[in-house]
């Protein structure tokens, strides 16, 4: 008896597992198996997950061989090969999210993306239910707040190192799902504290890990945000990680790390303390 044939797998099934593939598989390897999985890799039901590479070529740049060591490189090299086109970020930022038709719900951006891109994901991303900006993104870090109000349904945001108090009440105005925040190395003062207490108190999932904290603030935190099941603020500046304070404040919430975390590292004088040393000088959260 003769077995099945690739391109007798039920429709509904293949659209189903070509979904988990990944967009580097879903992009050149998927299409060319036979006819009928090219139709299927063209269902948006395929494109709801987007994750970018880390880099893609940045508008500004003619040379693809930009940065000789980037990340994703043997991905970025197949698909100028296979599509015989240098798209910059923005365009191939838009050329997937065309894909997805509307139903793109989780998008992590690629690196070097432009604010016409992330403009296009707001515009043409409603369902979008977790973005990750990510540190290399520092533009977009900056004015992705005038986009949150695109997003109704937005329960997961992963942020650079900035401009944290400023989208945090945009978030608690405009997306009543949110449960999920992850800002790693950024600096919590009381305003920033005050913005989460006050916009975003039901908040479950809290990541500020490499952060340089005001201990005012975290107090703040740990007091105002009851709901929270999962806390990490390890390996972070400004209170010791066997504070007796926070470690009882913190003792309602099931997963809290604060490991590493210390008042100051001892190499450096009270007065010679930079932020910018201590918070920015980190490579990107993944």
């Given at each position: 008896?003769?077995?099945r044939?690739?391109e007798?797998i039920?429709?509904d099934?293949?659209?189903?597992?070509?979904g988990?593939?990944?967009?580097?598989s879903?992009l050149?390897d998927?299409?060319f198996v036979?006819?009928?999985?090219?139709?299927?890799?063209?269902?948006?039901?395929?494109?709801?997950?987007l994750?970018?590479?880390?880099f893609i070529?940045p508008d500004d740049?003619d040379?693809?061989w930009?940065e000789p060591e980037i990340?994703?490189?043997g991905f970025?090299e197949?698909l100028d090969?296979?599509?015989?086109?240098n798209?910059?970020?923005?365009?191939?930022?838009?050329f997937?999210?065309?894909r997805?038709?509307?139903?793109?719900t989780?998008?992590k951006?690629?690196?070097?993306?432009?604010?016409e891109?992330?403009?296009?994901?707001?515009?043409e991303c409603p369902?979008?239910?977790?973005l990750?900006v990510?540190s290399?993104?520092?533009?977009?870090?900056s004015i992705?707040?005038?986009?949150i109000?695109?997003w109704?349904?937005?329960e997961?945001?992963r942020?650079g190192?900035?401009?944290l108090k400023e989208?945090?009440p945009e978030?608690g105005?405009?997306?009543?799902?949110?449960?999920?925040?992850?800002a790693?190395?950024t600096?919590?003062?009381k305003?920033?504290?005050s913005a989460?207490?006050s916009s975003?108190?039901?908040?479950?999932y809290?990541d500020l890990?490499g952060?340089?904290?005001?201990?005012?603030?975290?107090?703040m935190i740990l007091q105002?945000c009851?709901q929270?099941?999962?806390?990490d603020?390890?390996?972070?500046f400004g209170?010791?990680d066997?504070?007796?304070?926070i470690?009882?404040?913190?003792?309602h919430?099931?997963?809290?790390?604060c490991e590493?975390?210390?008042?100051?590292?001892?190499?450096?004088d009270d007065?010679?303390?930079?932020?910018?040393d201590?918070?920015?000088?980190?490579?990107?959260?993944?």
């Open positions: 008896m003769e077995g044939k690739w007798d039920n429709k099934i293949l659209v189903n597992v070509l988990r593939v990944g967009m580097e879903l050149l998927v299409p036979c006819k009928s999985w090219y139709k299927a890799s063209r269902e948006p039901q395929c494109w709801e997950h994750i970018f590479p880390t070529k740049i040379d693809i930009w990340p994703d490189r970025i197949r090969m296979t599509y015989q086109e798209l910059s970020a923005t365009a191939f930022v838009k997937i999210v065309n997805s038709c509307g139903n793109a989780i998008i951006l690629p690196g070097g993306c432009t604010e891109a992330l403009e296009y994901v707001a515009n369902r979008l239910k977790g990750a990510g290399y993104n520092e533009f977009i870090n992705i707040v005038k986009f109000s695109k109704k349904n937005l997961m945001l942020l190192k900035y401009h989208i945090i978030i105005l405009h997306c009543n799902n949110f449960i999920w925040l992850s790693p190395y600096y919590i003062g305003d920033e504290a989460l207490v975003l108190s039901e908040l479950k809290l890990h952060g340089d904290f005001e201990k005012e603030a975290l107090v105002g009851k929270l099941v999962r806390l603020i390890s390996q972070s209170f010791d066997d504070d007796a304070e470690i009882e404040l913190a003792s919430i099931p997963a809290f790390k590493g975390s210390i008042i100051a590292p001892d190499w450096l007065d010679y303390i930079d932020h910018d201590l918070v920015y000088d980190s490579s990107f959260f993944d």
